[in-house]
């Protein structure tokens, strides 16, 4: 079966940085994936890992432990646009969803 | 816009009906994804077709079923539909057989009363 946590939650000022964890324990993997969703929209591809260590792509970084059955997602320079869920998935056969943290950004 | 298709954008049917999800790939993708999401599940992955072959089964019920044709469109078909199948039906598209660099569609709202 799969076991994918997230935070519910997470608020944060315009400029600063938010980190969101995400550990899984799936029954096989071929890599992770995070993707951003804003409500009523669809998911937007932001990153994906398949070897262990850090991928940047401008303000968002991700990091992946295969060991640990850990990642996360920095996302940095807050801006107000990045108000959204952001989505942790699992790949064996299949994607499998964490049920998302939704990121609040405040002024 | 990802270039994938999803039509109708709304849909409220009543329970017991049947509808059709359509779900138009970007134009090269071999692969289509169906997930449902809803506010106490989460994205649900429901199946995966390639090439016109279905390749991979999530957690799809008995009344649902899905198809790609030799345009590679894709159809979800929703029967007896109850109350609690109200939900987000996102279809997602890529070139190879796996999930990397999928593109969702804006999804068709569905609501059963």
């Known amino acids: 079966g799969q076991n994918i946590d997230q935070p519910t939650e997470m608020t944060a000022t315009e400029g600063a940085i938010v980190q969101i964890n995400c550990t899984y324990q799936?029954?096989?993997?071929?890599?992770l994936f995070w993707y951003q969703q804003h409500a009523g929209e669809a998911p937007t591809f932001l990153s994906y890992?398949?070897?262990?260590g850090l991928e940047e792509k401008g303000r968002f970084s991700s990091f992946l432990s295969r060991s640990k059955g850990y990642s996360y997602l920095l996302l940095k320079e807050l801006q107000m646009k990045d108000s959204a869920s952001y989505l942790c998935a699992v790949e064996d056969y299949k994607l499998s969803f964490g049920a998302g943290t939704t990121v609040t950004v405040r002024a | 816009d990802s270039g994938v298709t999803q039509t109708p954008k709304h849909l409220i049917t009543a329970t017991g009906q049947r509808v059709t999800l359509r779900c138009s790939p970007r134009s090269g993708d071999l692969s289509v994804y169906w997930y449902q999401q809803s506010l106490d599940q989460g994205l649900q992955f429901l199946i995966q077709y390639y090439n016109g072959e279905e390749r991979a089964k999530g957690n799809i019920l008995e009344r649902f079923s899905a198809q790609q044709f030799p345009d590679l469109h894709s159809e979800l078909n929703l029967s007896s539909l109850e109350l609690g199948d109200s939900a987000l039906y996102f279809c997602?598209?890529?070139?190879?057989?796996?999930?990397?660099?999928?593109?969702f569609g804006q999804g068709t709202r569905l609501t059963v009363v």
């Open positions: 997602a598209s890529s070139v190879e057989d796996r999930n990397t660099e999928a593109f």
């Open positions: 890992n398949v070897l262990d």
């Open positions: 799936t029954s096989g993997f071929n890599g």
